[in-house]
C-alpha cells in the first residue's frame, strides 16, 4: 500500500515539475510580425542595401526558412492571416476571400464584418470557424494572458488577435486615426485618443518621399518604369515625391500608400505594449504586427520598381528599431517572427514585353459567356449569380424548381467543359470531380470551404490575373504568390537556415508544441518545425 501512494506521489510531482518547468520555458510574450504582400526573395533581392539589426539580425539571431509556402489558393490578405494564426486553411477556417459571396445571406459579404439591425454592422473576427494560436494560450494559461492586434488593415488587426482579443486597432484616416469595434470591451481606450491627437501629415508627410539611401544603391532598379500607377491620374512615378496638394485631396489616409504607413503602425503598437503593459506578468502574452503599407505600394507600383525598394529599405529601419524595443522591454524573453500573408506578381504586361506568356484574365466577360452558354442549353435563365474571386456560384433555386427538371450534375459539367477551353484557363476545381493536375487540385481544394465557396473554382494560368494594368498582383497557386519569408528568433529558439519545404501551416502548430499549449482547433496534419 505504501509503495502505490508512494508512486501517485511522485507522478504528481513529476507532473507539477514537468509544468513549472514549460511554465519557465514560455516567454512573456510571442510577437508575431505579418508584412503584406512579401515575396521571400525580397530577404535576397535588397539584401546589400539592408542594415545589420532588421532582417539580417531575425535571419543571423534566429531560424530562417528558405522554402516556406502557402498550400492553398486564393492568396489574399485575410485568408493568409487567419491561416497563419489558426495553422489551418481556409477549407477548414472558412475565411476564403476577403469579401466573397454568401448563399446563406444572399450578398457580398466582408471577411471581419457582420450585419447589425442598424445597418451599421459590427467589425469582428466571428466569420473565422476556428481559433487561433491566442485564443489557445488564453484558454490554455488563463483569461490573465492578453492578445492583441494592430494594422493599418481591419482584417490585418482582428484575425490573429483572435476571437477572445483584448483589442485589435487599425487606421481609418477618415475616422480620426486607429480605430477599433465595440466587439472588443474598450474598444478606445485613453491613450489610443491621445496617440491620435497629432498632426500626421506634419509627424509622417510633410518631407514627402525622397530615396533613403544614396541614388548609386539603386541603380539596378529604374525610376521611371512602365506600368507604375501614379498617386493621381496623370501624375509623376519618380522621386521625389510631395504630398503636399495629394494630402489635401486624400487626407490622412495617404499615409497608408506611403512607406511612413509602416512607421505610424510601429510608433503606434511600441505605444501599445507600454500602456497596455505587455509582457510585464508571469503569464505570456500574444501580440500582432501586421504591415500594410507594403502592399498598397505594390499593386500600386509594382514588384520591379524603386518605390518599392525603398520601402523594403525603410521597414529594414523600423524592424531594427522595432527589435531593440523589444530587448528593452522584455530583455531574451521573448519571441518574435515575421512572414508574410502571400507574394505578389510582377506586372503582366511587363513579363508580356519581355516574352513572358501572360494575360488578363477576365473574369466578368467569362461569366457572362458562361451565361449564355448554358441559356443555349438549358433555356434562359440566371445561371451565374457570382463569379467573386474566380469561384463561379451557380443559382441553385434552379435545381429544385421541378418545373424545369434540370440536374446539377449536368450544368455543372457543361459549365466545366466550356469554362476549361477560356482564354487564361488552365483548368477547373469541381469537388465532386477528381482529375486534374495533383498539385493545383490540391491547392484549390485547400482553399475551398463547402459553405461558402462556389461551385466550380478557375486556376487560371501563370501570370494570368484580373488586376489592373499597373503595379503587381496576387491571388494564385503559383510560386510567386506563395513562397514568403519565415524567420523566428527569441527565447528557446536556435538559429541557423532551413532549405527544406514547410507550409504555412505548420506554424501555429509548432509554436504550440514549443510553448507547451494545445494545439488551436482547426489544426489537421502539419509538419513540425525545427525551432532549436
Not at 121 to 146: C, F, H, Q, W
Request: hydrophobic share 35%; charged share 25%.
Amino acid at each position: 500500500m505504501r509503495s502505490i501512494k508512494l508512486v501517485i506521489l511522485t507522478f504528481i510531482l513529476l507532473v507539477n515539475y514537468t509544468a513549472k518547468a514549460q511554465e519557465s520555458e514560455r516567454p512573456k510574450i510571442v510577437i508575431g510580425i505579418v508584412v503584406d504582400q512579401m515575396r521571400y526573395d525580397y530577404l535576397q533581392r535588397f539584401a546589400a542595401a539592408y542594415g545589420e539589426e532588421g532582417f539580417k539580425r531575425l535571419m543571423r539571431e534566429g531560424m530562417n526558412y528558405s522554402s516556406m509556402h502557402y498550400n492553398y489558393k486564393p492568396t489574399m490578405t485575410a485568408c493568409g492571416h487567419a491561416s497563419i494564426f489558426t495553422g489551418t486553411t481556409p477549407s477548414v477556417h472558412g475565411v476564403v476571400a476577403n469579401a466573397w459571396y454568401s448563399r446563406e445571406e444572399g450578398d457580398y459579404v466582408y471577411c471581419v464584418k457582420l450585419p447589425t439591425e442598424d445597418g451599421e454592422g459590427v467589425y469582428s473576427p466571428a466569420r473565422m470557424k476556428t481559433n487561433t494560436l491566442a485564443d489557445e494560450i488564453k484558454l490554455s494559461l488563463g483569461s490573465s494572458s492578453k492578445s492583441f492586434g494592430v494594422s493599418l488593415k481591419d482584417r490585418g488587426a482582428i484575425l490573429p488577435a483572435g476571437h477572445m482579443a483584448d483589442g485589435a486597432f487599425w487606421f481609418e484616416g477618415e475616422k480620426g486615426g486607429f480605430i477599433s469595434s465595440t466587439y472588443y470591451s474598450d474598444p478606445e481606450p485613453n491613450w489610443v485618443k491621445d496617440f491620435n491627437q497629432q498632426d500626421y501629415f506634419k509627424s509622417y508627410l510633410s518631407n514627402g518621399w525622397i530615396l533613403s539611401r544614396e541614388v548609386e544603391v539603386y541603380e539596378a532598379v529604374a525610376d521611371d518604369r512602365l506600368y507604375e500607377g501614379p498617386y493621381v491620374k496623370g501624375g509623376a512615378i519618380i522621386f521625389p515625391y510631395d504630398f503636399s496638394s495629394l494630402y489635401e485631396k486624400k487626407g490622412d489616409d495617404l499615409i497608408k500608400y506611403t512607406p511612413f504607413g509602416n512607421q505610424l503602425l510601429a510608433d503606434f503598437a511600441m505605444e501599445l505594449i507600454k500602456n497596455e503593459e505587455l509582457g510585464k506578468d508571469d503569464q505570456m502574452d500574444f501580440f500582432s504586427i501586421s504591415f500594410s503599407s507594403t502592399d498598397y505600394i505594390g499593386h500600386q507600383f509594382g514588384v520591379g520598381s524603386r518605390e518599392l525598394m525603398d520601402t523594403y529599405l525603410r521597414l529594414d529601419q523600423t524592424i531594427a528599431e522595432l527589435l531593440a524595443f523589444f530587448d528593452k522591454e522584455f530583455g531574451e524573453d521573448y519571441v518574435v517572427f515575421l512572414t508574410s500573408d502571400h507574394g505578389a506578381a510582377e506586372n503582366r504586361n511587363h513579363l508580356k514585353e519581355k516574352g513572358v506568356p501572360s494575360g488578363y484574365f477576365d473574369r466578368r466577360s467569362i461569366a457572362k459567356a458562361l451565361d449564355k452558354q448554358l441559356d443555349s442549353i438549358y433555356g434562359q435563365a440566371d445561371w451565374v449569380i457570382s463569379s467573386t474571386n474566380l469561384n463561379i456560384y451557380l443559382n441553385r433555386a434552379l435545381f429544385k424548381d421541378e418545373t424545369l427538371d434540370i440536374e446539377r450534375d449536368d450544368v455543372i459539367e457543361s459549365a466545366y467543359y466550356f469554362l476549361s477551353e477560356q482564354e487564361g484557363v488552365l483548368d477547373v476545381y469541381v469537388p465532386e470531380y477528381g482529375n486534374g493536375d495533383e498539385f493545383l487540385m490540391r491547392m484549390a481544394s485547400n482553399g475551398y470551404f463547402q459553405k461558402e465557396s462556389g461551385d466550380l473554382v478557375i486556376i487560371e494560368k501563370a501570370n494570368w490575373n484580373p488586376y489592373p494594368d499597373h503595379g503587381s498582383g496576387h491571388s494564385s497557386a503559383y510560386s510567386y504568390d506563395t513562397h514568403v519569408p519565415f524567420c523566428i528568433m527569441g527565447s528557446g529558439i536556435g538559429s541557423g537556415k532551413v532549405d527544406e519545404p514547410y507550409a504555412i501551416t505548420d506554424i501555429i502548430p509548432s509554436l504550440s508544441n514549443l510553448f507547451g499549449i494545445s494545439l488551436p482547433d482547426g489544426v489537421r496534419d502539419y509538419n513540425p518545425l525545427p525551432l532549436k
